[in-house]
Each structure stands twice: as structure tokens, then as C-alpha cells.
């Protein structure tokens, strides 16, 4: 993966409320080409796994609970300034916070459980990328 490509989850709130469609749209009119997609759960060890960078955070195993609570929508998406366009797009972690319009601010209800995920950098848009998708996954 290049500097083109982002990694999102659509977290198990949203996907429990029905959201899927409605923030897959905000996705595909933002400009993002789906490169890989899957409806998918994650145990408790992997999300651990995934949330990693978080383990001495105290909201770690809060995280690690709803991040396995429910299916999430994995996804790899392609545009030019993929990372920074797609957190501008979803908006700010606290939705209270999100400017209005993004993702956070139309679906997300609290800072834990807020809708959706965005990688934050290339490096680890590719490593997440290639934590939940093989490479004849990738398109
Ligand atoms: N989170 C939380 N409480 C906090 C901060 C974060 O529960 O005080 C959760 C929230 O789901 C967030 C995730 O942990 O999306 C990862 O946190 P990060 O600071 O990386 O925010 P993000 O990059 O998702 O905006
Ligand atoms: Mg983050």
C-alpha cells in the first residue's frame, strides 16, 4: 500500500444501528475507492491485538470490550491523501467535538463508541490493512 490508501472499521455501534449503508455513502461521495471490504468479528484477543498502541491507555479494555462486542465493516480505501482526507472526513474522536457533517457528528454517541475508525498514518494504514485482509483480498 501507498500513501493513497487508508484503513477504516465501521464499529460494531453503528453497525448494530443500522448505519452501514448511510456511512458507506458519505464514504463513496467523499471521493474513496473500496480496495478491500468485509463484514467481520473480532475476538477479544485480536482486538487487543489491533488496539495495541492503546495498552497502557485506561480506557484499553473498555475499547477492547466493544471492539469485540459486534460484526464491524473492515475496509481499505484508495484516493490521494487517503489517511488525512478520511480523518477529516469522520472528524474528531469525541463527537461532541466532530465538526458538523462528518461521520462522528451524524452517527457516533459517545468518545468510546463513535461509529467509525480511521488510521492515522500511512505506516499504520498498512499495517492494519494487512491485519484484517490478505493480499488476494486486496484489489
Ligand atoms: N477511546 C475511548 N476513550 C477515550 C479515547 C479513545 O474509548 O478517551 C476509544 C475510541 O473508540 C477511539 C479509540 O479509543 O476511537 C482509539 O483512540 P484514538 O485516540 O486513537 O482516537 P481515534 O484515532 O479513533 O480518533
Ligand atoms: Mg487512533
Redesign the pocket.
Known amino acids: 500500500m501507498a500513501g493513497n490508501k487508508t484503513f477504516t472499521m465501521i464499529?460494531p455501534d453503528a453497525v448494530k444501528a443500522g448505519h452501514i449503508g448511510a456511512i458507506l455513502a458519505k464514504i463513496n461521495e467523499a471521493g474513496f475507492r473500496i480496495a478491500a471490504m468485509k463484514l467481520t468479528k473480532l475476538s477479544p484477543e485480536k482486538a487487543g491485538e489491533f488496539?495495541e498502541?492503546?495498552k497502557e491507555?485506561?480506557?484499553y479494555q473498555?475499547?477492547v470490550d466493544?471492539?469485540s462486542s459486534g460484526p464491524i465493516v473492515a475496509a481499505i480505501l484508495e484516493k490521494d491523501n487517503a489517511v488525512e482526507d478520511f480523518?477529516t472526513l469522520?472528524g474528531?474522536?469525541?463527537p461532541s467535538k466532530a465538526a458538523p457533517g462528518t461521520i462522528r457528528a451524524l452517527f457516533a454517541t459517545?468518545?468510546?463508541?463513535?461509529a467509525i475508525?480511521?488510521a492515522?498514518s500511512d505506516e499504520n494504514a498498512q499495517r492494519e490493512g494487512s491485519f484484517h485482509f490478505a493480499a488476494t483480498e486486496m484489489f
Open positions: 464499529k488496539y498502541v492503546h491507555r485506561p480506557f473498555e475499547l466493544f471492539m480523518r469522520i474528531a474522536t469525541d459517545s468518545i468510546g463508541e463513535n475508525h480511521g492515522d
